[in-house]
């Protein structure tokens, strides 16, 4: 399906939070993504803390899209097909578009107000992602940007074989490896198929 598109100059909140830039090399294979056309997935991962309502980056990368589509091949054909038909069932990716593309001038802020499975408003939401297309220093709007809370990431784990979660685990812990016994401290799976 083709959808409509239009790009916007990169808002910060899909800047890297450790640099307070855009994100300038794919996480897996090093590439830069500002000085190219390729397109590249940002992924930022938040947890809010009650109840001092801060809120804290779980992680955040951004990678080229030679390595999600290395990154999808290595999915089961059964996680892939029931993430497919999950998100088929959930979301009508163009009329959201439309949708919001209608919405003159065009605001980030509308495409990440509410979770994209659920609806629940994010300021009611205690853990979310976040997902982005860009192409060099524009945001693509288009199926994506999106926020995507807690209980639909809970659900879509259910979804993903033990072969393929196993695949998210070791992602993140070449990555980010966390500290012996602090694996728990990393509760979220990426969402590197969106
Ligand atoms: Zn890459």
Redesign the pocket.
Known sequence: MLLPQQTIPLPPIFYAEETGQPFST?L????SLLDTQTPYLIEKAFRTYQPYASTDLVFEYA??L??FDTIWDTFSEASRQHLDAYFDDQVDPLARAQTLLEQQPLDVNHWVSHCLIKGTPATALTEYQLMAVGVGDLLVLSHVPCLIGGEALDEITTLLSKETRDELGGFMRDFFPQPPGLEEAFPIEPLLFL
Not at 28 to 31: G, I, K, N, R, Y
Request: charged share 0%.
């Open positions: 794919c897996h294979c090093s590439c990678i080229c030679a390595c």
